[in-house]
């Protein structure tokens, strides 16, 4: 499930109608379970009586898995990584499109990223890592992506990537940024907007609009890097009393 605002930008909708979910859930069927947070995770009871993973979580971290191309990109500071290998595997990410030459939807999609980046504080750089990737690589080279970095405070954590434009687009495709309409699709800003987040442990998705207010991004941020609640483990107090 996706938290998203009232009325989200049409291509925000579009990921997280077509591309996530696709992903999440493709070829499973879902065993009964009962909710354990609003963004989707299960678990199920085991022959003992306690919880466990179910085997829809494990159907979709094994998916995304498969199916999230391990590209080669450059960080800013020109150091090779693989997507899945080096940063995407057993964390939690926070995925935006963009390239430096954007004059409309980037600048104001970065400053927003600067505001979740100083809310989530130290968290940024150990279980959680911000990823942009430019849709210009021909002309986001590291040291442009480097000093864009640098102009804007992201610190550490905060990975600008670069590589071949195949490749990312096909990466792109696969994080469900992408427009149905190829003229629309090919107009990379409308994909500069769209903050896509995950827990690859759990394979707990969402995709949100950048022009949300940072307070309901980091909150829903948060909740999925939260690991499911096993059945049998005791209540916290907090939900107790809301029951």
Known sequence: ???NDARPHSSARRAVMLGIPALLVAGCAA????PVSATGGFTEAG?????RESAYTRRAREHMRRNLPNILLYTQDGEPVRFYDDLVKDRVVLI??????CTGKCPPTTRALVKIQEQLADRVGTDILILSITLDPEVDTPEVLKAYADDFGAGPGWVYLTGQFD?????????GVFDPDP???ADRTNHAGILTFGNERTGRWAALPAR?????????VLRITREPRRRGDPVPVASRSRL
């Open 1 to 3: 499930m996706c938290t």
């Open 31 to 34: 065993p009964q379970r009962r």
């Open 47 to 51: 022959p003992d009586g306690k919880g």
């Open 96 to 101: 935006n499109f963009m390239y430096t030459q």
């Open 167 to 175: 490749e990312i687009d096909e990466l792109r495709h696969k994080l």
């Open 183 to 185: 003229i629309l699709d």
């Open 212 to 220: 949300m207010d940072t307070d309901e991004i980091v909150k829903a």
